[in-house]
């Protein structure tokens, strides 16, 4: 399980994130929702390690992570998809994937078949440049390079934005895939707010760097919800 208490994040002089506290566990999808510039991206920057926290503590499987650095948080498990996907343009789609082995052992560094399976598409384009691909295709290619890494947390940071109707179809069944399997735990970053309904186990909403709302999704208040997005 992920546990993150009360966290701080500074770029600078600027807080980021204050005293932010998130859960994820295996086989159920957080959601972390709010508009533009609340500190969603921050927060995932701060549970992949991307940048440090201030205060607070990061645990991981009943390890306290907060000090490691983003490759020793990839080792145990971590896999990132950050806000516009950061493929490399050059490679083609099949060493784009296999740059996903670099945290795994040797006897662990091949493809798995779910990533064809849930992004088929990509495996007609193993030759083709990543930079070649829609928006879409750069999207699931950016979630097949994570699903190399074996993730037993996968974080998620805006996987609908810009996408088409049609491969936000594709997405959502491979998250509903990947919770059904009970071993991944799942933060997912999200401003469409039906696609989060429908996918998540729990709620937090965030504003000016701070969850304003958590909720179960049994004990979702729907009305509560909407109000705190449209703060």
């Given amino acids: 399980m992920l546990q993150a208490d009360s966290i701080d994040l500074h770029y600078g002089a600027a807080r980021a994130l204050r005293s932010v506290s998130l859960r994820a566990e295996p086989g159920k999808v957080t959601c972390v929702l709010g508009r533009n510039g609340v500190g969603k991206t921050s927060l995932l920057a701060a549970l992949a390690g991307q940048h440090p926290v201030s205060r607070g503590t990061i645990r991981w499987e009943d390890s306290d992570i907060t000090a490691l650095r983003p490759p020793e948080r990839a080792r145990r498990g971590i896999a990132y998809v950050p806000q516009g996907r950061e493929i490399f343009p050059l490679l083609t789609v099949e060493e784009n994937l296999k740059t996903g082995f670099a945290p795994l052992p040797h006897h662990e560094r091949s493809i798995p078949d779910d990533v064809f399976s849930l992004f088929p598409v990509l495996q007609g384009m193993l030759h083709r440049r990543g930079g070649d691909l829609s928006g879409g295709q750069q999207q699931q290619l950016a979630i097949g390079r994570a ?18 109707p049609s491969i936000i179809k594709d997405i959502g069944r491979a998250i509903a895939y990947l919770r059904s399997l009970g071993k991944i735990a799942i933060v997912l970053v999200e401003q469409y707010l039906d696609f989060a309904r429908e996918l998540g186990d729990h709620f937090a909403v965030m504003d000016r760097g701070a969850v304003v709302y958590s909720a179960g999704r049994d004990d979702l208040d729907e009305a509560a919800l909407r109000r705190a997005m449209a703060i």
């Fill in 147 to 164: 699903l190399v890494m074996r993730p037993r947390l996968l974080l998620l940071d805006e996987p609908t934005e810009g996408i088409q």
